[in-house]
């Protein structure tokens, strides 16, 4: 094979899932607040009511599965922007700004960590990604679902992979074994 994918596993996708719900929660909480400081909102808390059902309902989807084919990420996301919306239509831009924030970086957080290992080098994926080249390396090697990346300055990396995504350890050990030999 010329080219693997490894998928790593995302430990903290649960934490990430938690965070981004308790602010959600307290997003809708400091929208009600908000509401009874603006004259005439009685509709904006009608609104933000809803918000705050759909929250309940996506919560109620997603324990029974019952909707599998519903992208879980973009009704979330869909919720955010309405939460958005009424922060800008209060002139409250920092909070929207900062709900704008935190969902980028929930985004870029949950998002798959590949490792692309090719005859030329390994692209891991830290932030920007790294291109490993194969002469910067001392070893690398796939053992019971761990990948281990040990590099000639004595740095190792050793990360567990996603067990969804299955290689084949002994075609990537030999193909890895080639290109170090080289």
């Not at 324990?63 to 599998?68: I, L, P, S, V, W």
């Not at 992208?71 to 709900?99: C, E, M, Q, S, V």
């Given at each position: 094979m010329e080219r693997f994918l490894l998928t790593l596993k995302n430990a903290k996708l649960r934490s990430y899932n938690l965070i981004r719900w308790l602010l959600l929660f307290l997003n809708i909480i400091a929208l009600y607040i908000v509401s009874f400081s603006k004259p005439g909102s009685f509709g904006d808390r009608f609104g933000i009511t809803g918000i705050l059902l759909l929250s309940i309902l996506y919560?109620?989807?997603?324990?029974?599965?019952?909707?599998?084919?519903?992208?879980?990420?973009?009704?979330?996301?869909?919720?955010?922007?309405?939460?958005?919306?009424?922060?800008?239509?209060?002139?409250?831009?920092?909070?929207?700004?900062?709900?704008?924030?935190?969902?980028?970086?929930?985004?870029?957080?949950?998002?798959?960590?590949?490792?692309?290992?090719?005859?030329?080098?390994?692209?891991?994926?830290?932030?920007?990604?790294?291109?490993?080249?194969?002469?910067?390396?001392?070893?690398?090697?796939?053992?019971?679902?761990?990948?281990?990346?040990?590099f000639r300055n004595n740095k190792l990396i050793q990360q567990d992979l996603d067990e969804e995504v299955a290689v084949n350890e002994k075609e990537f050990n030999e193909f890895c074994q080639q290109q170090l030999s080289k």
């Open positions: 919560l109620f989807v997603k324990r029974t599965e019952k909707f599998a084919t519903v992208d879980r990420r973009w009704a979330l996301l869909g919720i955010n922007a309405i939460i958005i919306f009424f922060w800008i239509k209060w002139n409250l831009y920092l909070a929207a700004t900062a709900t704008i924030l935190f969902e980028v970086i929930y985004l870029y957080s949950i998002r798959k960590f590949e490792v692309e290992v090719d005859r030329q080098s390994i692209l891991y994926p830290s932030f920007p990604k790294r291109r490993i080249l194969w002469n910067e390396l001392q070893n690398i090697v796939l053992k019971d679902g761990i990948l281990t990346i040990d």
